[in-house]
Protein backbone atom coordinates (compact mmCIF):
# COMPACT_ATOMS: atom_id res chain seq x y z
CA UNK A 1 0.00 0.00 0.00
CA UNK A 2 1.71 3.25 -1.09
CA UNK A 3 1.09 6.25 0.82
CA UNK A 4 0.45 9.69 -0.69
CA UNK A 5 0.74 11.56 2.01
CA UNK A 6 3.20 12.34 4.80
CA UNK A 7 5.09 10.50 6.22
CA UNK A 8 6.04 8.61 2.82
CA UNK A 9 6.71 5.54 2.46
CA UNK A 10 10.02 6.91 1.13
CA UNK A 11 11.31 9.51 3.33
CA UNK A 12 13.69 11.87 4.22
CA UNK A 13 14.91 13.49 7.71
CA UNK A 14 15.79 16.55 6.32
CA UNK A 15 19.43 17.69 5.92
CA UNK A 16 21.75 17.39 2.70
CA UNK A 17 25.31 17.90 2.22
CA UNK A 18 26.35 21.80 1.79
CA UNK A 19 27.39 22.40 -1.94
CA UNK A 20 30.88 24.40 -2.41
CA UNK A 21 29.15 27.53 -3.79
CA UNK A 22 27.20 27.57 0.34
CA UNK A 23 30.54 27.39 2.12
CA UNK A 24 32.14 29.99 -0.32
CA UNK A 25 29.38 32.37 0.31
CA UNK A 26 29.40 31.99 4.00
CA UNK A 27 32.49 32.43 4.31
CA UNK A 28 32.40 35.30 2.20
CA UNK A 29 28.86 36.88 4.08
CA UNK A 30 31.47 36.37 7.43
CA UNK A 31 34.49 38.23 5.80
CA UNK A 32 32.31 41.05 4.83
CA UNK A 33 32.50 40.46 1.13
CA UNK A 34 29.24 40.34 0.47
CA UNK A 35 25.60 40.95 1.42
CA UNK A 36 23.07 39.21 3.24
CA UNK A 37 20.84 39.65 0.29
CA UNK A 38 23.89 38.54 -2.10
CA UNK A 39 24.30 35.01 0.38
CA UNK A 40 20.44 34.64 0.20
CA UNK A 41 20.67 34.79 -3.85
CA UNK A 42 23.38 32.13 -3.79
CA UNK A 43 21.70 29.74 -1.11
CA UNK A 44 18.25 30.09 -3.04
CA UNK A 45 19.74 28.80 -6.49
CA UNK A 46 21.43 26.11 -3.87
CA UNK A 47 17.88 24.89 -2.62
CA UNK A 48 16.40 25.26 -5.89
CA UNK A 49 18.69 22.58 -7.24
CA UNK A 50 18.95 20.36 -3.97
CA UNK A 51 14.95 20.11 -4.49
CA UNK A 52 15.24 19.31 -8.26
CA UNK A 53 17.53 16.21 -6.87
CA UNK A 54 15.76 14.87 -4.47
CA UNK A 55 12.49 14.86 -6.71
CA UNK A 56 15.02 13.06 -9.50
CA UNK A 57 15.92 10.36 -7.24
CA UNK A 58 12.11 9.62 -6.70
CA UNK A 59 11.35 11.40 -3.47
CA UNK A 60 7.28 13.02 -2.75
CA UNK A 61 8.63 15.45 -0.38
CA UNK A 62 11.13 17.94 -0.22
CA UNK A 63 13.10 19.76 2.38
CA UNK A 64 15.52 22.93 1.84
CA UNK A 65 18.55 20.84 3.05
CA UNK A 66 19.25 22.75 6.00
CA UNK A 67 21.35 25.51 3.62
CA UNK A 68 20.80 28.50 5.24
CA UNK A 69 21.45 26.86 8.89
CA UNK A 70 25.09 26.13 10.41
CA UNK A 71 23.47 24.38 13.07
CA UNK A 72 20.17 21.66 13.16
CA UNK A 73 19.53 23.67 16.19
CA UNK A 74 21.07 26.92 17.37
CA UNK A 75 20.12 28.58 14.34
CA UNK A 76 16.22 28.08 15.03
CA UNK A 77 17.09 28.74 18.96
CA UNK A 78 18.75 32.40 17.97
CA UNK A 79 15.32 33.26 16.31
CA UNK A 80 13.08 32.69 19.73
CA UNK A 81 12.43 35.61 22.00
CA UNK A 82 14.32 35.23 25.58
CA UNK A 83 16.80 32.73 24.30
CA UNK A 84 20.76 33.94 23.94
CA UNK A 85 23.34 32.24 22.37
CA UNK A 86 26.85 31.98 24.28
CA UNK A 87 30.40 31.00 23.74
CA UNK A 88 30.78 27.97 25.93
CA UNK A 89 34.37 26.84 27.85
CA UNK A 90 33.76 23.33 25.40
CA UNK A 91 32.59 22.07 22.63
CA UNK A 92 29.34 19.28 22.61
CA UNK A 93 31.53 15.91 22.90
CA UNK A 94 30.92 13.29 20.26
CA UNK A 95 32.52 10.67 19.76
CA UNK A 96 36.25 11.59 20.10
CA UNK A 97 35.29 15.21 18.59
CA UNK A 98 33.40 18.12 19.88
CA UNK A 99 31.71 20.41 17.72
CA UNK A 100 32.32 24.34 18.26
CA UNK A 101 32.12 25.54 21.56
CA UNK A 102 28.57 26.96 21.28
CA UNK A 103 25.31 26.78 24.33
CA UNK A 104 22.26 28.44 24.40
CA UNK A 105 20.47 30.36 27.42
CA UNK A 106 17.20 31.21 28.29
CA UNK A 107 17.36 34.79 29.59
CA UNK A 108 14.13 36.32 29.07
CA UNK A 109 10.66 34.99 28.62
CA UNK A 110 10.65 32.56 25.97
CA UNK A 111 7.82 33.65 22.86
CA UNK A 112 7.73 32.74 19.32
CA UNK A 113 8.04 35.45 17.90
CA UNK A 114 8.80 36.60 13.71
CA UNK A 115 11.11 34.41 13.05
CA UNK A 116 13.27 34.15 10.44
CA UNK A 117 12.54 31.06 9.29
CA UNK A 118 9.10 31.09 8.37
CA UNK A 119 10.27 32.92 5.20
CA UNK A 120 12.54 30.27 4.64
CA UNK A 121 9.53 27.78 4.36
CA UNK A 122 8.16 30.23 2.06
CA UNK A 123 10.67 29.98 -0.23
CA UNK A 124 10.83 26.14 -0.27
CA UNK A 125 7.05 26.03 -0.79
CA UNK A 126 7.28 28.28 -3.46
CA UNK A 127 9.69 26.09 -5.62
CA UNK A 128 8.61 22.67 -4.29
CA UNK A 129 6.12 21.77 -7.58
CA UNK A 130 4.54 18.59 -6.75
CA UNK A 131 6.19 17.53 -4.06
CA UNK A 132 5.54 17.78 0.03
CA UNK A 133 7.60 20.71 1.37
CA UNK A 134 8.63 19.45 4.83
CA UNK A 135 10.38 22.04 7.10
CA UNK A 136 12.45 20.77 9.97
CA UNK A 137 12.89 22.29 13.34
CA UNK A 138 14.72 20.64 17.15
CA UNK A 139 11.94 19.53 19.67
CA UNK A 140 10.98 21.82 22.49
CA UNK A 141 12.59 19.16 24.89
CA UNK A 142 16.30 19.88 23.09
CA UNK A 143 15.69 23.65 24.67
CA UNK A 144 16.16 22.74 27.76
CA UNK A 145 18.01 19.30 27.77
CA UNK A 146 21.43 20.20 27.73
CA UNK A 147 22.05 23.76 29.74
CA UNK A 148 19.01 22.78 32.33
CA UNK A 149 18.64 24.75 35.37
CA UNK A 150 22.22 26.67 34.92
CA UNK A 151 20.89 27.69 31.63
CA UNK A 152 17.30 29.15 32.97
CA UNK A 153 17.33 32.71 34.25
CA UNK A 154 16.75 32.38 37.76
CA UNK A 155 14.89 35.45 37.81
CA UNK A 156 12.71 35.33 35.12
CA UNK A 157 11.56 31.47 35.94
CA UNK A 158 11.99 31.12 39.31
CA UNK A 159 9.64 27.59 39.00
CA UNK A 160 10.15 25.51 36.12
CA UNK A 161 7.17 24.61 35.46
CA UNK A 162 5.93 27.98 34.22
CA UNK A 163 9.28 27.85 32.08
CA UNK A 164 8.01 24.37 30.92
CA UNK A 165 4.86 25.79 30.70
CA UNK A 166 5.97 28.80 28.26
CA UNK A 167 8.35 26.10 26.56
CA UNK A 168 5.40 24.66 25.56
CA UNK A 169 3.51 27.62 24.23
CA UNK A 170 6.11 28.70 22.16
CA UNK A 171 5.70 25.74 20.15
CA UNK A 172 2.45 25.76 19.99
CA UNK A 173 2.58 29.21 18.70
CA UNK A 174 5.32 27.96 16.35
CA UNK A 175 3.63 24.91 14.85
CA UNK A 176 0.91 27.22 13.98
CA UNK A 177 2.78 29.94 12.32
CA UNK A 178 4.08 27.79 9.74
CA UNK A 179 1.13 26.05 9.33
CA UNK A 180 -0.07 29.48 8.33
CA UNK A 181 2.79 29.86 6.20
CA UNK A 182 1.26 27.14 4.47
CA UNK A 183 3.60 24.22 5.87
CA UNK A 184 1.57 20.65 6.26
CA UNK A 185 4.38 18.73 7.24
CA UNK A 186 6.79 19.76 10.42
CA UNK A 187 9.29 17.87 11.61
CA UNK A 188 10.78 18.17 15.28
CA UNK A 189 14.45 16.68 15.72
CA UNK A 190 15.15 15.63 19.25
CA UNK A 191 18.21 14.11 20.42
CA UNK A 192 16.97 13.87 24.22
CA UNK A 193 15.08 10.55 23.96
CA UNK A 194 18.01 9.07 22.80
CA UNK A 195 20.16 10.58 25.72
CA UNK A 196 17.27 8.78 27.95
CA UNK A 197 17.96 5.77 26.42
CA UNK A 198 21.72 5.63 27.26
CA UNK A 199 22.98 4.32 30.81
CA UNK A 200 25.66 6.45 30.39
CA UNK A 201 23.91 9.78 29.33
CA UNK A 202 21.55 8.58 32.49
CA UNK A 203 24.32 8.36 34.51
CA UNK A 204 25.12 12.22 33.97
CA UNK A 205 22.01 13.14 34.13
CA UNK A 206 21.64 11.78 37.87
CA UNK A 207 25.09 13.39 38.48
CA UNK A 208 23.82 16.86 37.55
CA UNK A 209 20.86 16.02 39.59
CA UNK A 210 17.80 15.83 37.55
CA UNK A 211 15.78 12.20 37.10
CA UNK A 212 16.12 10.78 33.39
CA UNK A 213 12.45 8.95 34.19
CA UNK A 214 10.54 12.25 34.99
CA UNK A 215 12.51 13.72 32.59
CA UNK A 216 11.06 11.41 30.14
CA UNK A 217 7.20 12.14 31.37
CA UNK A 218 7.80 16.15 31.34
CA UNK A 219 9.34 16.28 27.65
CA UNK A 220 6.05 13.89 26.60
CA UNK A 221 3.93 16.87 28.73
CA UNK A 222 5.34 19.73 26.69
CA UNK A 223 5.36 18.04 23.35
CA UNK A 224 1.24 17.09 23.65
CA UNK A 225 0.70 20.74 25.45
CA UNK A 226 2.62 22.03 21.61
CA UNK A 227 0.55 19.41 19.75
CA UNK A 228 -2.90 20.73 21.42
CA UNK A 229 -5.70 21.94 18.78
CA UNK A 230 -3.25 20.87 15.49
CA UNK A 231 -4.68 21.27 12.47
CA UNK A 232 -6.35 18.09 11.42
CA UNK A 233 -4.23 18.21 7.45
CA UNK A 234 -1.12 18.80 9.55
CA UNK A 235 1.62 16.18 9.89
CA UNK A 236 4.21 16.53 12.42
CA UNK A 237 7.20 13.78 12.71
CA UNK A 238 9.18 13.55 15.66
CA UNK A 239 12.68 12.13 15.04
CA UNK A 240 14.97 10.32 17.26
CA UNK A 241 18.79 11.07 16.65
CA UNK A 242 21.70 9.86 18.95
CA UNK A 243 23.92 12.74 17.58
CA UNK A 244 25.24 13.68 14.31
CA UNK A 245 28.28 15.51 13.77
CA UNK A 246 30.77 14.36 11.11
CA UNK A 247 29.60 11.07 10.61
CA UNK A 248 29.68 10.38 14.91
CA UNK A 249 27.68 10.27 17.49
CA UNK A 250 26.92 10.90 21.29
CA UNK A 251 24.52 8.11 22.88
CA UNK A 252 23.81 4.57 22.19
CA UNK A 253 21.09 2.02 23.95
CA UNK A 254 17.94 0.84 22.49
CA UNK A 255 14.55 2.53 22.70
CA UNK A 256 13.74 0.59 25.77
CA UNK A 257 13.89 2.52 28.41
CA UNK A 258 11.50 5.31 27.09
CA UNK A 259 9.68 3.50 24.60
CA UNK A 260 6.37 3.44 26.96
CA UNK A 261 6.49 6.67 27.10
CA UNK A 262 7.66 7.82 24.13
CA UNK A 263 5.47 5.75 21.81
CA UNK A 264 2.41 5.46 24.03
CA UNK A 265 1.95 8.85 25.10
CA UNK A 266 3.48 11.41 22.86
CA UNK A 267 0.49 12.70 20.02
CA UNK A 268 2.84 13.60 16.62
CA UNK A 269 2.01 11.66 13.61
CA UNK A 270 4.99 10.07 13.08
CA UNK A 271 8.07 8.50 14.69
CA UNK A 272 11.60 8.90 12.90
CA UNK A 273 13.71 6.11 14.55
CA UNK A 274 17.37 5.63 13.92
CA UNK A 275 17.78 1.83 13.28
CA UNK A 276 20.65 1.84 11.05
CA UNK A 277 23.46 -0.19 13.41
CA UNK A 278 23.61 -2.49 16.83
CA UNK A 279 23.73 1.05 18.72
CA UNK A 280 19.99 1.29 18.11
CA UNK A 281 18.63 -2.04 19.89
CA UNK A 282 15.70 -4.49 18.03
CA UNK A 283 13.00 -3.33 17.20
CA UNK A 284 10.77 -5.20 20.64
CA UNK A 285 10.11 -1.30 21.84
CA UNK A 286 7.82 -0.82 18.44
CA UNK A 287 5.48 -3.00 20.50
CA UNK A 288 4.25 0.48 22.73
CA UNK A 289 3.38 1.83 19.20
CA UNK A 290 -0.53 2.98 19.00
CA UNK A 291 -2.13 0.46 16.19
CA UNK A 292 -3.46 2.80 13.53
CA UNK A 293 -2.54 6.01 15.32
CA UNK A 294 0.89 6.66 14.19
CA UNK A 295 3.52 5.74 11.53
CA UNK A 296 7.06 4.37 12.25
CA UNK A 297 9.85 5.82 9.45
CA UNK A 298 12.30 3.00 9.99
CA UNK A 299 15.88 4.81 9.32
CA UNK A 300 17.80 1.56 8.21
CA UNK A 301 19.75 3.35 5.86
CA UNK A 302 23.14 5.14 7.49
CA UNK A 303 24.19 8.93 6.44
CA UNK A 304 27.37 8.16 8.08
CA UNK A 305 29.13 6.07 5.57
CA UNK A 306 29.04 5.81 1.95
CA UNK A 307 28.98 2.23 1.54
CA UNK A 308 25.12 1.14 0.39
CA UNK A 309 23.02 -1.15 2.30
CA UNK A 310 22.25 -4.49 1.00
CA UNK A 311 18.74 -4.19 -0.34
CA UNK A 312 17.52 -8.12 0.89
CA UNK A 313 18.92 -7.00 4.21
CA UNK A 314 16.94 -3.96 4.73
CA UNK A 315 13.93 -5.75 3.03
CA UNK A 316 14.47 -8.75 5.63
CA UNK A 317 15.13 -6.07 8.59
CA UNK A 318 11.54 -4.46 7.20
CA UNK A 319 9.43 -7.48 7.81
CA UNK A 320 11.25 -7.97 11.59
CA UNK A 321 10.16 -4.75 12.66
CA UNK A 322 6.69 -5.80 11.72
CA UNK A 323 6.37 -8.18 13.75
CA UNK A 324 5.65 -5.38 16.03
CA UNK A 325 3.84 -3.03 13.97
CA UNK A 326 1.58 -3.79 11.34
CA UNK A 327 3.73 -3.24 8.25
CA UNK A 328 0.73 -0.11 7.09
CA UNK A 329 2.03 1.80 9.65
CA UNK A 330 5.78 1.71 8.45
CA UNK A 331 8.05 3.23 5.95
CA UNK A 332 11.74 4.00 5.27
CA UNK A 333 14.29 6.85 5.51
CA UNK A 334 17.44 7.63 6.00
CA UNK A 335 18.67 7.39 9.82
CA UNK A 336 19.21 10.88 9.99
CA UNK A 337 20.54 13.87 8.03
CA UNK A 338 23.55 14.09 6.02
CA UNK A 339 24.70 17.28 7.28
CA UNK A 340 23.17 18.00 10.83
CA UNK A 341 25.82 20.87 10.93
CA UNK A 342 27.28 22.77 8.02
CA UNK A 343 30.34 20.53 8.09
CA UNK A 344 28.67 17.47 7.59
CA UNK A 345 29.35 13.81 7.40
CA UNK A 346 31.82 11.89 5.74
CA UNK A 347 30.27 10.98 2.43
CA UNK A 348 30.70 11.98 -0.69
CA UNK A 349 27.11 13.74 -2.37
CA UNK A 350 27.10 11.04 -4.64
CA UNK A 351 27.45 8.28 -2.48
CA UNK A 352 24.49 10.81 -0.68
CA UNK A 353 21.94 10.41 -3.61
CA UNK A 354 22.72 7.04 -4.14
CA UNK A 355 21.38 6.17 -0.39
CA UNK A 356 18.60 8.28 -1.12
CA UNK A 357 18.01 6.46 -4.45
CA UNK A 358 18.40 3.20 -2.65
CA UNK A 359 15.32 4.28 -0.14
CA UNK A 360 12.61 5.23 -2.76
CA UNK A 361 13.86 1.96 -5.10
CA UNK A 362 13.30 -0.07 -1.62
CA UNK A 363 10.40 1.01 -0.66
CA UNK A 364 8.59 0.73 -3.81
CA UNK A 365 9.25 -2.90 -3.79
CA UNK A 366 8.03 -3.29 -0.04
CA UNK A 367 5.08 -1.13 -0.54
Not at 116 to 136: C, H, N, V
Not at 278 to 306: C, E, H, M, W, Y
Request: aromatic fraction near 10%; proline fraction near 4%; charge should be negative.
Amino acid sequence: MQRHQAPFRADVVGSFLRPDAIKQARQQFAQGEISAQQLRSVENDAIRQVVEQQCACGLHVVTDGEFRRAWWHFDFFDGLEGVERYDSDKGIQFNGVQTKAHGVRVTGKLRFGDHPMLEDFRYLKSISGTAQPKMTIPSPSVLHFRGGRKDIDVTVYPQLDAYFDDLATTWHDAIHAFYAAGCRYLQLDDTVWAYLCSDDQRRQIHERGDDPDELARIYARVINKALEDKPDDLTIGLHVCRGNFRSTWISEGGYEPVAEVLFGSVNVDAFFLEYDNDRSGDFAPLRFVRPGKQQVVLGLITTKNGELENPEGVKARIQEAATFVDINQLCLSPQCGFASTEEGNTITPAQQWDKVRLVTKIAEQVW
